[in-house]
């Protein structure tokens, strides 16, 4: 069974800075391509950004220039950088992966439990 846990939300004002992690547990081989989502409350989840095994990345417009993701494969680990936070980027943030497991070897699509992230002043 594998597991993705989310950390490093919390309360920041306006211009601030949040770095979340995204930490991957289990019988892991390896993990393909890595995201984040974002869900505020009576929005739909959207995509925020993605990263491939190769370290190819994508963001939604939304963010680009203020958010970078990242990933340390060693670590199994997935980072969101996010500088010059708004208002709007409050929601709760998700981990995605897709996850190739040593026994049985599957590939698992797994979502971590979310972290909070709230912009305020």
């Known amino acids: 069974q594998v597991q993705l846990v989310e950390s490093g939300g919390g309360l920041v004002q306006p211009g601030g800075s949040l770095r979340l992690s995204c930490a991957a547990s289990?019988?892991?081989?390896?993990?393909?391509?890595m995201a984040w989502y974002r869900q505020a409350p009576g929005k739909q989840r959207e995509l925020v950004a993605t990263?491939?095994?190769?370290?190819?990345?994508n963001y939604a417009d939304s963010v680009k220039g203020r958010f970078g993701i990242a990933r340390d494969n060693a670590k199994n680990t997935g980072y969101l950088q996010m500088n010059s936070l708004k208002p709007e980027d409050t929601a709760t943030y998700y981990c995605?992966?897709?996850?190739?497991?040593?026994?049985?070897?599957?590939?698992?699509?797994?979502w971590g439990q979310g972290t909070q992230v709230t912009v305020s002043s």
């Open positions: 995605n992966a897709d996850i190739v497991s040593r026994w049985p070897p599957t590939i698992n699509n797994a």
């Open positions: 289990g019988s892991i081989f390896s993990i393909n391509d």
């Open positions: 990263i491939t095994s190769g370290g190819k990345t």
